[in-house]
């Protein structure tokens, strides 16, 4: 029994980049004054809702990229000390997802780690999700793992859908103009490797999905529990009336 569990312990990945330097153009008039990551919900940051939730799984830093209104958001994580906060600066230029991973590179070291949206919010199921991917991920065979959430369950979000899932867990892509049963829920675990070679310029972590997906190394694991998108001050409202239900 303690030796399952400090294996499972030594599983989680230490390390997570949150991705809080998007201008937030969808959450306006709210984003005009504050970075998103800062906008309210259910009484706190949307931001810190995440880093408490990497804490709880066990990571111990955690990389937040600033641009948008950064020294809001800079000056609001200097007093947290769990997980350590450390500062990837993009106020020079934002790099977009995939170009601000390559920048906090030295920063996130040489191991596996979280990849999470400032904005990503969920209600648990049964298991917290975080340890659940992080038991799940085989970087024998995988090079990222993707939380997934259902499109049919999911709170405030109407698209249709990012990937198909099958049988072992591989990911590909939505055909052009069909419709698929899951969509990214904002949180990933990957492999540092995957951004070797890349460019400390602005691209998407898209490229790098569909580069793993080339190789046959992009999964998809399902969320437990319910997916919350906040793209609008409109789906804050209905997010946190999920919230409170849930907690009642």
Request: proline content about 7%; charged content about 25%; aromatic content about 6%.
């Amino acid at each position: 029994m303690n030796e399952r569990r400090t294996s499972a312990l030594e599983a989680i990945p230490k390390s997570a980049m949150v991705l809080a330097a998007g201008l937030g153009k969808r959450m306006r008039p709210l984003t005009d004054t504050v970075p998103k990551p800062l906008v309210p919900f259910h009484g706190r940051p949307l931001i810190d809702h995440v880093l408490e939730r990497l804490a709880e799984a066990g990571v111990t830093r955690a990389v937040v990229n600033i641009h948008h209104h950064a020294d809001l958001l800079e000056g609001h994580l200097s007093g947290r000390a769990r997980p350590d906060v450390l500062i990837s600066d993009e106020r020079d230029g934002l790099l977009d997802s995939g170009g601000g991973i390559v920048r906090a590179l030295p920063l996130l070291g040489d191991a596996p780690f979280f990849v999470l949206n400032a904005d990503t919010v969920w209600i648990e199921g049964f298991r917290p999700n975080l340890p659940r991917l992080a038991a799940g991920f085989d970087p024998g065979r995988m090079d990222a793992l993707l939380l997934l959430a259902a499109t049919t369950s999911s709170v405030g979000y109407d698209g249709r859908g990012d990937f198909l899932l099958d049988g072992d867990g591989r990911l590909q892509r939505r055909p052009e103009h069909g419709v698929t049963p899951f969509v990214y829920a904002g949180a990933a675990i990957l492999q540092p490797h995957l951004f070797s070679g890349q460019p400390d310029t602005p691209f998407s972590l898209n490229r790098i999905f569909d580069e793993a997906i080339e190789r046959d190394r992009l999964f998809g694991m399902r969320l437990e529990g319910l997916w919350m998108h906040i793209g609008t001050p409109e789906a804050i409202a209905e997010a946190e009336r999920c919230y409170v239900r849930s907690a009642a």
